[in-house]
């Protein structure tokens, strides 16, 4: 029954996590606001905040867990990718802590963690599954045949679909972060008041950089003609652009889902948490008969029970690195 303390610190959010015998007791988050000042991550800052936040955070986690140090069995990390000066806060830490029980130390990558983030709760997907992962730097259909056995079969070509949600927020001026923003308002707007050209991308990969520049013409173009455009039409604008995204994704997935036979999927990432992708992906389950898998909302974003749940399952496969290890802020499957 192995006790593993989790820590999540690749980007913003400095997250601990407690996981007893596959069961997350606690999932602490401390959330980074000082980035809304500048409209965006400011690395060497959230590395800073990390420093301020990692030990309180572990010591809350402990307390509500109800465990002490002592009984820990492995420490967890991420090792990355993500922000090199954040990720090294957390690895530092990892070490340390582990070192001074003498306990063994659980290296985890991020994207697998988020993938693995739906053996968190019930219920679970059945192998081999399809993963849609989304999320501000990443967008991949990843064929899930095992806990570590996964296959990137489509990603995208240059920018993320997150990074084109905040890119819209940022042309329409909405405050950091903009994805939920545009989530919020477009659930009161017409998803079809404005039409946006969907990229042609061959086989399963994805490009978002021309449907950014799109977005960017057309309110530039809209604003000659009417400087109050955006104020005036904000909900359909954000209504419009989320459905054209979400159809972007759904279209490639269920392209994979016929190319691989699968009718298992599941969504991870940060932007599994938006509405429109959510219903998209239900509605998808009724008329192609996918079991749709959707993780709880405090699972999408960047957390510590994900590096948790992945941690437990790398210590029964008896998965551990040692001291040396470092941080990569470009970190393979």
Known sequence: MPIILAIESS????SVAVCNNGKITANVIANQTIHENYGGVIPELASRVHQ???VPA???ALAISKVDKTQLDAIAFTRGPGLLGSLLVGV??????????DLPLISVNHMQAHI????????????PFLCLTVSGGHTQI???KDYFDMEIVGETLDDAAGEAFDKTAKILNLPYPGGPLIDKYAREGNPHAFKFPEPQIQGLNYSFSGFKTSILYFVRDQKAKDANFVENNLADICASVQHSIVNILINKLNKAAKQYNCNEIAIAGGVSANSGLRAALLGMQETLNWKVYIPAFEYCTDNAAMIAIAGYHKYLAGEFVGQDVAPMAKMEF
Request: net charge negative; aromatic share 12%.
């Open 52 to 54: 301020q936040n990692i």
């Open 142 to 144: 990843v064929l899930v």
């Open 92 to 101: 530092s830490f990892a070490k340390s802590f582990a070192l001074a029980l």
């Open 58 to 60: 572990v010591q809350q």
């Open 11 to 14: 980007c913003d959010e400095t």
């Open 116 to 127: 693995l983030a739906h053996f968190i709760d019930e219920p679970k997907p059945k192998f």
